[in-house]
């Protein structure tokens, strides 16, 4: 207790040395806090949006199936047994058909990717209902990316042509039917939408579909002939671009860090020199060594207590607004990471808890390498204000 008392005193008596080195810790703290909040939260959006709009919960795909393969799509189908169609039916399943097209949006030439979807499907955000009309008029829908990169908009028709799975090629006219907005690339950038069973008569593949997208209500089931992809699988590549942000900010935090460190390092170094007569005087009246480095010791480690205070009086404000205007990110929408045009931060009470004890543990660290030279110190050559 005399150590931190000690401590509390010596800090208040340093006065605007301390705080300039509260303020630079405290600056690194809430920083670290930003960066990693912001991280978190856009981890949280895109596999939360990636879960929503592509993968569900797990997807069944063909051995045959690659999705970084397009090579692969053309013999990648298969007949969808009994036990599939019961599952469509409960809307625990959603069955999706891709080809391979060209389209022709104003003469133009774009090679797209044909998804036949069932407009009755809940398991995915995809708004298929909107392909459930009927008649002679072929609907599809596509996403805003798409249709900004063809010209297209709503009630728009659209030349596509394609071959089917005996080699044939045919082409036709669609109509979109709907636009809708989706901040995973792979789902909106060159992609339509047509009904399944449409679909599957163009290809000729009637009752056959690519890959199967699972809902919450599926279970753990397997399929026969079907190779089950969890979301761990089908999110990876999400979570090594989430690493690989962290880890090159964390070059920046640590920078950040090491001179605020530097700096209670600097501080604690020429306060042993300043205060040698006093440490002398502590030593004369009977405190032992360890105790006299330990006062110095806790000394640094409170900058680090106060630079937390301090960063919680003006960083509490600033994470709360924030949390309620977000990031904007719009420049980044234009590459192919699922991101949204605003990032809300998330702060975890791990994450929160964690940058302090990295901060306490630091400081006291710094704080110690220089008051170890106390403990070779002769409280006479002490008094006198002698250097060793």
């Not at 405290?26 to 912001?38: D, P, Q, W």
């Not at 900004?148 to 006219?173: C, H, P, Q, S, Y």
């Not at 449409?198 to 056959?208: A, H, I, T």
């Not at 931060?345 to 004890?357: A, D, G, K, M, R």
Request: glycine share 8%.
């Amino acid at each position: 207790m005399l150590a931190f008392k000690l401590a509390f005193k010596n800090l208040m008596g340093a006065g605007l040395r301390t705080w300039l080195n509260v303020s630079v810790l405290s600056l690194a703290f809430v920083i670290i806090l930003f960066y990693n909040g912001m991280i978190d939260g856009w981890n949280r959006q895109s596999r939360r949006d990636t879960i929503e709009w592509e993968t569900g919960k797990g997807q069944f795909w063909l051995p045959e199936y690659d999705r970084y393969d397009a090579y692969t799509i053309k013999d990648a189908h298969s007949p969808l047994s009994e036990e599939i169609q019961a599952e469509v039916k409960k809307k625990t399943l959603a069955p999706v058909l891709i080809a391979q097209a060209t389209a022709f949006p104003q003469g133009r030439m774009q090679g797209v990717i044909l998804r036949g979807v069932d407009p009755e499907q809940t398991v995915l955000k995809l708004p298929a209902s909107a392909l459930a009309a009927s008649g002679d008029t072929d609907y599809a829908i596509i996403g805003k990316r798409m249709a900004e990169t063809a010209k297209l908009g709503v009630g728009d028709r659209l030349l596509i042509r394609w071959r089917d799975k005996n080699g044939t090629f045919d082409a036709r006219e669609i109509q979109i039917a709907s636009i809708f907005k989706c901040d995973v690339p792979m789902v909106d950038k060159g992609q339509i939408y047509l009904r399944l069973d449409v679909l599957q008569k163009m290809m000729g593949m009637e009752n056959e579909a690519t890959l199967l997208v699972a809902g919450s209500g599926f279970g753990n089931k397997t399929l026969q002939n079907w190779e089950f992809k969890d979301t761990g699988f089908l999110l990876s590549d999400i979570d090594k671009i989430i690493q690989t942000k962290k880890g090159g900010g964390s070059i920046i935090e640590g920078l950040l860090l090491i001179i605020a460190l530097i700096a209670i390092f600097d501080t604690q170094v020429l306060s042993i020199f300043r205060r040698q007569k006093e440490i002398g005087t502590y030593i004369a009246l009977g405190m032992t060594r360890t105790e006299v480095v330990g006062i110095f010791t806790v000394e640094g480690a409170a900058h680090s207590i106060l630079a937390t205070l301090l960063g919680a009086v003006y960083g509490i404000p600033f994470f709360l607004l924030l949390g309620n205007v977000g990031i904007s990110m719009k420049a980044a929408q234009m590459t192919d990471i699922p991101i949204s045009e605003t990032i809300y931060p998330y702060y975890s009470l791990s994450l929160i808890l964690v940058t302090i004890i990295l901060v306490v543990i630091s400081a006291t660290i710094v704080s110690y390498l220089p008051a170890r030279r106390i403990s070779k110190m002769k409280p006479t050559d002490a008094l006198k204000g002698k250097l060793q």
